[in-house]
């Protein structure tokens, strides 16, 4: 079945720091990619997505490139800041024809300090 | 856009009781979804409804779990005979009908804490 690996936190950085979450999949075709955060008190927002392979998704400074070769979908940030604290969410929706669930990974809570 | 609203944002209730959750996409959304998280792990898919029609469904939602979405728009969530494994997050979510590439816009969840 499908499943969805992501480094384990919390991750702590300073202000300013160079910010990569490890995201690994498992999944047969070509399933679409996610990066989902979710502030404290808030519900989860999409960040950004990738359909294929090889595409890039960007948001708010963030990156993700979709590596069917290494099925890795790792998020990056070259400058974190303090309002960037949350917790980040890897995701896949498989491929499948009329499947639209979501799986995710673990969560990885992020705490920026100034 | 008033975004998905979920009520109640918090129940308590006590083992064995009937509890209903409520969840109001956002308009003009066809798909509506419903997951689950637990503290520390990132959400599971429930149900997934298109319209009407209930098109998935988890082997998670087991047969004390029901939901509906009668008139295509708002849905319910309702879980019979609550049990203290039944305690988490209960997450909506719903998407517009955009072709297979869709993004799903969450809720800020319904917390069920079962004593």
């Known amino acids: 079945g499908n499943s969805v690996t992501q480094m384990e936190g919390p991750v702590t950085l300073s202000e300013e720091a160079f910010l990569t979450i490890n995201c690994t999949y498992t999944a047969t075709g070509y399933p679409s990619l996610f990066w989902y955060v979710q502030y404290p008190g808030e519900g989860l927002q999409l960040l950004l997505k990738?359909?294929?392979?090889?595409d890039k998704g960007s948001n708010k400074g963030f990156e993700a490139t979709y590596r069917k070769e290494t099925t890795s979908f790792h998020l990056e940030k070259g400058s974190v800041q303090v309002s960037d604290s949350a917790v980040y969410f890897c995701a896949l929706r498989h491929s499948g024809a009329g499947s639209y669930q979501l799986t995710f990974g673990k969560g990885t809570k992020l705490s920026v300090i100034p | 856009d008033t975004g998905v609203s979920q009520n109640p944002r918090h129940k308590i209730t006590k083992r064995g009781q009937n509890v209903t959750f409520r969840c109001d996409p956002i308009?003009?959304?066809?798909?509506l979804y419903w997951y689950r998280q637990t503290l520390g792990q990132g959400p599971e898919f429930l149900t997934y409804f298109q319209n009407e029609a209930q098109l998935e469904k988890s082997r998670l939602l087991s047969d004390r779990f029901s939901a509906e979405r009668p008139k295509g728009s708002f849905s319910t969530l309702e879980i019979q005979r609550t049990e203290q494994g039944d305690s988490a997050m209960y997450l909506c979510?719903?998407?517009?009908?955009?072709?297979?590439?869709?993004?799903?816009?969450f809720g800020p969840g319904t917390r069920l804490t079962v004593l």
């Open positions: 979510a719903s998407s517009p009908r955009t072709g297979v590439m869709d993004t799903q816009y």
């Open positions: 990738a359909t294929k392979a090889d």
């Open positions: 308009s003009e959304h066809n798909r």
